[in-house]
C-alpha cells in the first residue's frame, strides 16, 4: 500500500530525473545527484523488497543513461559516474540470497564496467599517433 510519503517521494524522484535529463537545468549537479540518490534511498526504505530491486535498477539505468549522454554536462557526467555504485551495492545487498538476481546484477556490473572504460577514454583521449 502506498502511503503519502511514498506517493511524495515517488514525484519528487521524477522532478529530480526530470532534471538529470535536462542539460540545461539550473540545480547545480552535486546537489541534484546527492538529493536524487537521498530520495531513492529514503523511498528504498520505505518498499518491500521486489519494489526495492526495481527502484534500484531504476536509478542504474538513469544514472548510466545519464553518464553516456552527451548533451549532459561533464561535471553531472562524472558525478553520475561516480555515484552509479551506490544502486549497484544496494541491489548486490538485495539479490544475496537470489540467483536470479544475482545473474541480472553480474550483467548490470560488466556494463558499469564498460562505462568506467568508455568514461576513461573521454577523459585520456589519444591522439591520431597513438599515444
Known amino acids: 500500500m502506498l502511503t503519502d510519503e511514498t ?17 540545461h537545468s539550473s540545480i547545480d549537479p552535486t546537489t541534484l545527484i546527492n538529493t ?6 529514503r523511498l528504498s526504505s520505505l518498499l518491500h523488497t521486489d519494489a526495492q530491486i526495481q527502484l534500484q535498477t531504476r536509478l542504474f539505468e538513469q544514472l548510466a543513461s545519464c553518464a553516456t549522454d552527451p548533451l549532459t554536462p561533464q561535471l553531472l557526467r562524472q558525478l553520475c559516474l561516480d555515484n552509479i555504485n551506490r544502486p549497484l551495492l544496494q541491489l548486490r545487498n538485495l539479490n544475496r540470497n537470489n ?28 591522439t591520431a599517433g597513438g599515444s
Open 99 to 126: 540467483p536470479s538476481g544475482q545473474q541480472k546484477l553480474a550483467r548490470m556490473l560488466y556494463r558499469f564496467n564498460n562505462l568506467y572504460i568508455y568514461s576513461q577514454g573521454q577523459h585520456h583521449p589519444q
Open 7 to 23: 506517493c511524495q517521494l515517488q514525484l519528487k524522484l521524477i522532478q529530480l530525473a526530470s532534471h538529470l535529463n535536462d542539460p
Open 36 to 41: 536524487y540518490l537521498q530520495h531513492a534511498h
